[in-house]
């Protein structure tokens, strides 16, 4: 094997081994550190052997001389002493050969070096400079044979046959024959020089090799121990929470149809007859009802029919007055400039802050954000609401919300409404009707009117009047929508704002509120977003469908409900602290009743981990399932899922 081809080997796989270390093992890499290092070294010791090999012969040759000589002039002692000098340098040269072992080389070659120096001093009679650097030779000649050194041995192997020529004469040394001896001499100190030179330049490279994949495979262990140790501390923090799954058995039993309609082996009427059974299950009517094919029945028994299935009626399902907003409109209302500039300079941030309007408006924030949207959306003149029927309506449901619950009170009121009109605007903008608008405005504003501050559970278990009324079903959802519709249907209908709407849209008004908010009992929260995504499996939302925009609307409410988990950072820790005090007064309530204290509201069992714990769980199974899926079907809400993510990590490092 040639020099330079077994460093180009050499560089090369060590160039392989600093690329690969980054996908290795770390015993992988120390493996691969230890075969480019046995590649070099082992490549080295072939070449030396060779050139061990060679020099020996000749040397023997030379020593097999020596040795004639000795015994024909020389004492016996002197003979003795050359062969054993032979016999023993023969034997750790032959040693040196046969060996495996790389420490070998260094130590075997002195000796051989040291043994035929004595051999020569016997020969040479005592001559220390040739002695000198005869004994060098062996070592200069052995190093990789470059073109000196081979010279320098020819140059050897001539002073000693002058040499050997001179003594069996009886001659004395001549002049020439000494300065070539001195040329030789200085030759082989170059050699030697260049040995030792190129051996500490080979170790050298070797060691930067194989620090720099050890640094590499170094760096790699530690970026690997760095994610380890985040992942386990965040496994640490989450103690068990996993995400809920939100795929209802719809959404399952679609995608098995999905895969059922991809064979390619199926008719036509099959095909039609799969997308058949995934309409009706991607649809939001009830899976149960009758179809009627109406178009037989007369004219009184449709009136008939419709009468008693109001709710299945499609006289009015896809009426709408317009797709787009009309132009904003201040009308008669107004404001303080300092809440007139709140709003003009905040509206459309997503973290309104809803606590200021409340200081500027003298705790009268639902009624100011209400007056605003109204007029903003001009819904005044699109529904022929009189100023003064709209103005005694927000005040009677201002009114009606306790302002001594923490919560669940005007100010939630008025940030619901800001959030699900920001969704309404950037979301929902080209999506939704004027009726859609107006009925979701509504919606929010009287989602949470006449709360006690209390739960669902809390009045279902102490069987207040509100659960005997509603059967233990969504029993303050129930309260809320009737209660608002109590103040519409006020004597003199003083409070009536649908009261300037057809019959149609009075209707489908009616119907809308009534739906989104009993869509905020969060009892049915898994079963809407089960109904939202599963409809998603089916393809984009149709605007022309009013189930359809009913079911984002639903969505959208739901996330406006909850949007204090997806506000920044400062409005959410607020939200928290009063939601964490609601439900400490009814924990206090339940304590009075000497009932079961409810989770998450024993005020003398509470500590800052509790907290952390249960609102990364509420957030992490309940609010991040319905932001994902609201912002997949409708990126441009991703603004609120980024939030969100910021207050879960929040509480998860706590």
Not at 163 to 178: F, P
Not at 292 to 320: G, I, Q, R, V, W
Not at 529 to 541: I, S
Request: aromatic share 10%; charged share 20%.
């Amino acid at each position: 094997m040639q020099p330079n081809a077994a460093k180009q080997r050499w560089r090369e796989a060590a160039s392989q081994a600093v690329k690969d270390s980054a996908s290795r093992s770390p015993s992988a890499l120390v493996r691969m550190g230890a075969q480019v290092t046995t590649t070099r070294v082992s490549e080295d010791r072939i070449i030396m052997k060779g050139a061990l090999i060679l020099f020996a012969l000749a040397i023997i040759g030379i020593q097999v001389i020596a040795l004639l000589y000795v015994w024909m002039i020389g004492s016996s002692t002197d003979l003795a002493a050359a062969i054993a000098c032979n016999v023993i340098s023969l034997t750790n040269f032959l040693s040196f050969i046969r060996s495996k072992k790389e420490d070998d080389f260094t130590k075997r070659l002195f000796i051989m070096a040291f043994l035929y120096f004595m051999a020569v001093e016997i020969f040479v009679g005592g001559d220390g400079s040739i002695g000198m650097w005869s004994a060098l030779v062996p070592i200069g000649c052995a190093v990789y044979l470059p073109a000196y050194s081979i010279y320098a041995f020819l140059a050897f192997v001539a002073s000693n046959a002058g040499l050997m020529a001179s003594r069996w004469k009886e001659e004395e040394i001549s002049d020439w024959l000494r300065l070539g001896n001195y040329l030789a001499l200085i030759t082989i100190f170059f050699v030697v020089l260049r040995f030792y030179v190129m051996t500490l330049r080979s170790v050298e490279s070797q060691l930067k090799v194989v620090n720099t994949f050890l640094a590499h495979r170094n760096e790699n262990l530690s970026n690997q121990t760095h994610e380890l140790k985040e992942e386990v501390q965040q496994l640490q923090k989450m103690k068990g929470l996993r995400r809920v799954t939100s795929d209802s058995p719809a959404q399952k039993l679609i995608g098995i149809l999905n895969n059922i309609k991809a064979n390619p082996a199926l008719k036509p009427q099959e095909i039609l007859d799969i997308e058949y059974v995934v309409n009706t299950l991607t649809s939001t009517r009830n899976l149960y009802s009758v179809e009627l094919e109406t178009p037989a029945l007369d004219d009184a028994t449709k009136s008939l029919m419709h009468e008693y299935m109001p709710l299945f009626s499609k006289s009015c399902e896809n009426l709408h007055i317009s797709h787009s907003f009309s132009p904003i409109g201040v009308g008669h209302f107004n404001m303080k400039p300092e809440v007139q500039a709140l709003f003009d300079q905040n509206i459309q941030n997503w973290s309104f802050d809803v606590f200021k309007l409340n200081e500027l408006t003298q705790e009268r924030p639902l009624y100011h954000m209400c007056q605003f949207l109204f007029h903003k959306h001009n819904l005044l003149k699109k529904f022929s609401i009189p100023e003064k029927i709209l103005e005694n309506f927000l005040v009677f449901v201002e009114n009606s919300y306790h302002k001594k619950n923490p919560y669940h009170n005007n100010i939630h009121a008025a940030d619901v409404t800001h959030s699900l009109n920001w969704i309404i605007r950037h979301v929902f903008e080209d999506f939704v009707t004027d009726v859609d608008v107006f009925a979701s405005i509504v919606a929010a504003l009287v989602h949470d009117v006449d709360h006690p501050g209390v739960n669902n559970a809390f009045e279902t278990r102490t069987e207040s009047p509100k659960a005997i009324r509603y059967n233990d079903l969504s029993v303050l959802e129930n309260h809320h929508a009737s209660t608002a519709f109590s103040i519409m249907n006020m004597p003199d209908k003083k409070c009536d704002i649908f009261a300037g709407c057809s019959p149609e849209i009075r209707k489908e008004l009616r119907h809308s509120v009534i739906q989104l908010v009993l869509a905020t009992d969060f009892s049915k929260h898994l079963e809407i977003l089960g109904q939202f995504k599963t409809r998603k499996m089916a393809g984009a939302f149709d605007p022309n469908s009013k189930d359809d925009r009913l079911l984002c609307l639903k969505i959208a409410l739901k996330c406006a409900d909850l949007g204090h988990t997806a506000k920044n950072p400062e409005l959410h820790f607020a939200w928290t602290n009063r939601i964490t005090e609601e439900f400490f007064q009814q924990g206090d309530r339940e304590r009075q009743l000497k009932i079961d204290i409810s989770p998450s509201m024993d005020r003398d069992s509470s500590s800052s981990e509790a907290l952390a714990k249960s609102q990364s769980g509420f957030i992490n199974f309940l609010v991040m399932p319905l932001y994902e899926s609201f912002v997949d079907a409708f990126p441009a809400s991703q603004q609120c899922l980024q939030n969100l993510q910021t207050n879960f990590q929040h509480w998860s490092n706590q």
